[in-house]
C-alpha cells in the first residue's frame, strides 16, 4: 500500500475454513491486524462497507490463459489480472500454453516479471513437454527451483503414457503437482461440441465423453504406479465423476476442478451456433451438470476455476467449426458458481468459498509463503474478496476488463457481484471500480 496503511472492512459476514461469522475486518500494513464486531476505524483508515456482504479470503484461479507472450491481442497479463481483481481474485496460475510455450526457466522468469506489477498475485505453470508437443519432457527441475509448483501441457493431454510415468515419476520427487487437460487426441479427433442428441440434431461433428473419461482411466492408472500426485483439470462428464471417486476410494493422490460454465450451461446452447458456446471440453448434457454440482456438494470435486480462455473478436466470429474454443470467466466466475450451488441450496456460502479460495489454493501451493486462502485471522495476509450476493447485474462483455468478449453469459443476468478486493492489504477493487 502507498499512502494509507490502514483499511476497515465493515459490516460484514467473515467465511473462512472454520465457517462464517458476523465481524469487522481490520488491515494495517498489508496484513489482518484485528477481526471483531463494531471495530474502531483508526485515523485516516480507509473504511469499505460490507453490510450484507460475504468477506471471503481472496479467490484463487487455478486455470487461468492470460495469452501473454504471444497473443497479446487476446488478453494480456496486466489485462488478464485486472479482470481477475474485479472478480475477486487475490492469485491466479497462468496456463502455459503461450507463443512459445513457457517450457523452461527463462519463460517461467519472463512471466514472473510481466506479472509482478500486475493487480494480483501472478503464479506460473510450467509445460510438461517440450513446446507442449508431448515428445520431451521439459526442464521441470530448472522451473521448479523457481517456485513453479504445477506443471501442464493444458489444452492438450500428454498422450504418451509411458512420456506420463516419467514426467510422474521425476514431479515426485520434485514434490510438485502435474495437472492433465483428459482427451484422447484419436478419440476426440473432429469433434466440435459433445456428441449426444443435438450433435446428432444440429448435425455437428461431436467429440464422446469417453475421450475425456478414457484419458482420465489411464491417468489414475499411472498415479496408482507412481505413487505421485496428479490434478485434473476441468473435468466435465458424470462417467469422469465416477472414476475420480473410485480413485478417491482407494487413496490415491488426485484432485479435482471443475468450471463455472460446465455447471451452468448445456450442449443445447450450441443450437444457436454461436461460437462463443464453444469450449474444450465441450458442453455437456443436463444429467452431467447434475451430477457435477452434486459431486461439488459431495466434496468430491476439489475446486471451481475458471478456465478462462480470451480470444480476439473476429476469431470468434468465424463459422463454429473452425472458431477457436474457449470462453472468459474471470469476471463472472464467482457470480455462475454462486447461481448454480448456492442459490440452488447445493452449498452453503462457505462452502462454496472453499472452492474457490482456500482449496485451490492449497492445490497451487499458495497458501504457503503467500498465504493465499488462508483464514482472515490476525497476523494473516490480507488477501480479501468482499461479495454482495443480494446485486444483480447483466452481464456486458464489452465492459469487461479483458480485452477479449467471448463470455458464454452475455446479456444474461446473474446474482452476486464483488465489491471489494485487497491484495496483501492493498485495495485493487473499490465498490466494484479497479483502482489502477
Known amino acids: 500500500m502507498s499512502e494509507r496503511t490502514s483499511i476497515l472492512v465493515h459490516g460484514g459476514t467473515i ?26 476505524a483508526p485515523r ?9 456482504c460475504y468477506v471471503s479470503p481472496g479467490l484463487v484461479d487455478l486455470h487461468t490463459h492470460l495469452r501473454e ?15 481477475a481483481a474485479l472478480g475477486g481474485y487475490s492469485a491466479v496460475v497462468a496456463m502455459p500454453n503461450t507463443i512459445p510455450a513457457i517450457d523452461s526457466a527463462s519463460m517461467v522468469r519472463d512471466v514472473l516479471a510481466l506479472g509482478a506489477g500486475a493487480l494480483v498475485e501472478v503464479a506460473v505453470a510450467g509445460a510438461i513437454t517440450k513446446g507442449r508437443a508431448g515428445e520431451q519432457l521439459a526442464p521441470l527441475g530448472e522451473m521448479a527451483a523457481l517456485g513453479v509448483r504445477l506443471f501442464t501441457d493444458d489444452g492438450r493431454g500428454v498422450q504418451d503414457a509411458r512420456l506420463l510415468r516419467s514426467a510422474l515419476e521425476y514431479a515426485g520427487d520434485l514434490e510438485v503437482v502435474l495437472a492433465e487437460h483428459c482427451e484422447d487426441e484419436a478419440l476426440a479427433a473432429g469433434g466440435q461440441m459433445h456428441e449426444g442428441s443435438w450433435s ?23 498415479v496408482r504406479l507412481t505413487g505421485s500426485p496428479m490434478h485434473f483439470l476441468h473435468l466435465s462428464t458424470a462417467g469422469s465423476l465416477a472414476l475420480l471417486a473410485a480413485a478417491r476410494a482407494e487413496g490415491l493422490p488426485v484432485t479435482a476442478e471443475v468450471t463455472p460454465h460446465h455447471l451452468c450451461l448445456t450442449d443445447e446452447e450450441v443450437a444457436s451456433f454461436d461460437p462463443v458456446f464453444k469450449v474444450n471440453p465441450p458442453l455437456r448434457t443436463a444429467a452431467d451438470i447434475a451430477a457435477l454440482r452434486e459431486a461439488c ?37 464467482l457470480s455462475a458458481t454462486w447461481g448454480a450451488l448456492v442459490e440452488t441450496g447445493a452449498l452453503s456460502p462457505s462452502a462454496c468459498f472453499s472452492l474457490l479460495s482456500w482449496k485451490p489454493a492449497c492445490i497451487a501451493g499458495l497458501d504457503r509463503e503467500g498465504g493465499h486462502g488462508g483464514p482472515l485471522v490476525p497476523g494473516a495476509a490480507a488477501h480479501v474478496c468482499v461479495f454482495d450476493p443480494t446485486e444483480r447485474f447483466t452481464v456486458d462483455p464489452s465492459r469487461s476488463a479483458s480485452r477479449s468478449r467471448n463470455s458464454p453469459f452475455a446479456g444474461r443476468q446473474l446474482t452476486g457481484r464483488v465489491l471489494h478486493t485487497l491484495v496483501a492489504g492493498e485495495p485493487v477493487v473499490v465498490d466494484g471500480e479497479a483502482q489502477r
Open 15 to 40: 467465511v473462512g475454513p472454520g465457517g462464517e461469522r458476523r465481524a469487522d475486518l481490520l488491515v494495517e500494513d498489508g496484513r489482518v491486524a484485528a477481526v471483531g464486531p463494531d471495530l474502531d
Open 297 to 333: 456438494r459431495s466434496g468430491l470435486l476439489d475446486a471451481v476455476a475458471t478456465d478462462h480462455a480470451p480470444h480476439p473478436v473476429e476469431a470468434k466470429e468465424e463459422p463454429f467449426d473452425s472458431a477457436p474454443p474457449g470462453m472468459i470467466g474471470l469476471e463472472t466466475a
Open 44 to 52: 485516516g483508515a480507509l473504511v469499505l462497507e460490507a453490510g450484507g
Open 69 to 83: 507472450p504471444g497473443g497479446e491481442r487476446a488478453e494480456t497479463v496486466a489485462s488478464g489480472a485486472r479482470a
Open 200 to 222: 446428432s440434431r444440429l448435425g455437428i461433428p461431436g467429440q464422446p465423453a469417453l475421450a475425456e473419461e478414457a484419458m482420465l482411466a489411464r491417468d489414475i492408472a499411472l
